[in-house]
Antibody, heavy 115, light 111 residues
Framework: EVQLVESGGDLVQPGGSLRLSCAASGFTFSNYWIHWVRQAPGKGLVWVSRINSDGSSTSYADSVKGRFTISRDNAKNTLYLQMDSLRAEDTAVYYC????????WGQGTLVTVSS | DIVMTQTPLSSPVTLGQPASISCRSSQSLVHSDGNTYLSWLQQRPGQPPRLLIYRISNRFSGVPDRFSGSGAGTDFTLKISRVEAEDVGVYYCMQATQLPLTFGGGTKVEI
């Protein structure tokens, strides 16, 4: 069974940093692109970032470019999102998503940016 | 960025009756490889999104056959043939033809 389990969400002050993780199981992790998608409370879905299967190529939404870094460790079947210079508008549930069809989503991890 | 526009925003439905959601993209979703990367997602209250339909009309594993997708180019439709109570939630269309992935604003289906 495919599983994606996010962790690392927390309450952080504006300007602070967090690192999210997404542990994958039930499939060959190194074969797939993975995306981060976020959802602010009561709002819709917004794409954040993606990484290709071997980690050599990444892309970011303009709203997070230069502040967030996506990476992966295929030996550990884990995806990461390093989030720096956090702003109130980054408050959201962050989901990791397998492949561009959106075939599998994790349960999400809540990031709250507030003083 | 490709803008995805869904209608209606909200859809009151009657159990056992059909429902339909439309999604329009600001440009063609036909990829250079010939495929159209348009998916439909369901988000039940308190749950993460779940894939229902991919590449316009392909039902994902485990999705009931009362869900169907159709369309081409820039206009797409999700249909539920007979709404059941478990279908309550928000439905999103999503395009993956071009980065950034973009989503429709969502359609709330309620009984």
């Amino acid at each position: 069974e495919v599983q994606l389990v996010e962790s690392g969400g927390d309450l952080v002050q504006p300007g602070g940093s967090l690192r999210l993780s997404c542990a994958a199981s039930g499939f060959t992790f190194s074969n797939y692109w993975i995306h981060w998608v976020r959802q602010a409370p009561g709002k819709g879905l917004v794409w954040v970032s993606r990484i290709n299967s071997d980690g050599s190529s990444t892309s970011y939404a303009d709203s997070v470019k230069g502040r967030f870094t996506i990476s992966r460790d295929n030996a550990k079947n884990t995806l990461y999102l390093q989030m720096d210079s956090l702003r109130a508008e980054d408050t959201a549930v962050y989901y990791c998503v397998r492949d561009s069809s959106g075939s599998h989503w994790g349960q999400g991890t809540l990031v709250t940016v507030s003083s | 960025d490709i803008v995805m526009t869904q209608t209606p925003l909200s859809s009151p439905v009657t159990l056992g009756q059909p429902a339909s959601i439309s999604c329009r993209s600001s440009q063609s979703l036909v990829h250079s490889d010939g495929n159209t990367y348009l998916s439909w997602l369901q988000q039940r209250p308190g749950q993460p999104p779940r894939l229902l339909i991919y590449r316009i009309s392909n039902r994902f594993s485990g999705v009931p056959d009362r869900f169907s997708g159709s369309g081409a180019g820039t206009d797409f439709t999700l249909k539920i043939s007979r709404v059941e109570a478990e279908d309550v939630g928000v439905y999103y269309c999503m395009q993956a033809t071009q980065l950034p992935l973009t989503f429709g604003g969502g359609t709330k289906v309620e009984i």
